[in-house]
């Protein structure tokens, strides 16, 4: 092999072999840096070649904080979740009900119209139907989605 740090010529073995000739080398080579942006707040700051190579988008981020910032909707779209920008906010929504019309079709919560959320019967966040939309609160909202109950029987 030749040493990844020093390009001398070494033997090394086959079944598991190493990158450099010695320790010397293998410090001095894990601790070479390149200088990057962060893709969020575009501060410089140093990557290790290993930790460069495995980034799947191709861009780097300074802190946790600026990469969930970034995966947040709104953020950089390269790396937000497919599901993201596809439906319509709550209040888009709610828009397709009266005020006295926000009441949860399964328990009769209303204290709070902005606790109730309008889901889709048919799951499908672009079928924005009134006939496909129904108010439930929070609470019976999630377990729906955990399948703690179901529709059958409820509309009529």
């Known amino acids: 092999m030749v040493c990844a740090e020093c390009d001398i010529k070494f033997i090394t073995r086959a079944m598991r072999p190493y990158k450099c000739c010695s320790k010397e080398c293998s410090y001095k080579w894990r601790e070479k840096k390149e200088i990057v942006n962060c893709a969020k707040c575009k501060n410089k700051f140093a990557i290790t070649p290993s930790k460069k190579k495995n980034s799947k988008s191709g861009l780097y981020f300074c802190s946790r904080k600026c990469k969930d910032e970034a995966q947040r909707i709104g953020g950089i ?3 937000m979740p497919p599901h993201y920008g596809i439906g319509k906010s709550q209040k888009v ?22 606790c109730v959320d309008i889901h889709h019967i048919d799951e499908n966040k672009e079928n924005n139907n009134r006939n496909n939309l129904v108010p439930l609160c929070a609470c019976c909202h999630r377990a729906l989605y955990s399948k703690l109950w179901s529709f059958e029987g409820l509309l009529v």
Do not use: S
């Not at 005020?99 to 919560?109: A, D, I, S, T």
């Open 93 to 114: 929504y709610r828009g397709f009900f009266k005020n006295e019309e926000l009441v949860c079709k399964r328990c009769g919560y209303n204290e709070f119209i902005e």
């Open 77 to 79: 779209r390269e790396i």
